[in-house]
């Protein structure tokens, strides 16, 4: 059982920045990948993902805003989130590549207009 706290949600206008962290309980979370995902009400996405030698993916409508990076060391995974826009309001969940997967809770993110 792997255990994933985020953190770093919140509310903002459109047009600013946060950072959102997911930490995992599991001491070999480095050698997996990680993602985050969002939940809005009306849909789920991908948001992005990174491999445990840094590739990166990224959803088509974050592609340029977000930055989705790692620090194995504190099997930890961080995205940033700039220029923010209102439709990226949602549930931010971070995700343990298995098989099996694991989900963190989720964060809030509101961007305000």
């Keep these: ?3 994933l ?5 919140g509310s903002v ?11 995992a309980s599991d001491q070999t979370s480095s050698i997996n ?14 948001v992005a993902s990174i491999t445990s030698d840094g590739t ?14 790692r ?4 099997n930890t995974v961080y995205l940033q989130m700039n220029s923010l826009k209102p439709e990226d ?8 590549y298995g098989p099996p997967n694991f989900w963190g809770q989720g964060t ?3 961007v305000s207009s």
């Design 71 to 74: 620090d194995n060391a504190k």
């Design 33 to 46: 990948s990680m993602g985050w995902y969002r939940q809005a009400p009306d849909k789920r996405e991908f």
């Design 89 to 96: 309001t949602a549930v931010y969940h971070c995700i343990w």
């Design 13 to 23: 206008q459109a047009g600013g920045s946060l950072r959102l962290s997911c930490a």
């Design 5 to 9: 706290v985020e953190s770093g949600g």
């Design 1 to 3: 059982q792997v255990q």
């Design 108 to 110: 809030q993110v509101t």
């Design 56 to 69: 990166t993916k990224y959803g088509d409508s974050v592609k340029g805003r977000f930055t989705i990076s």
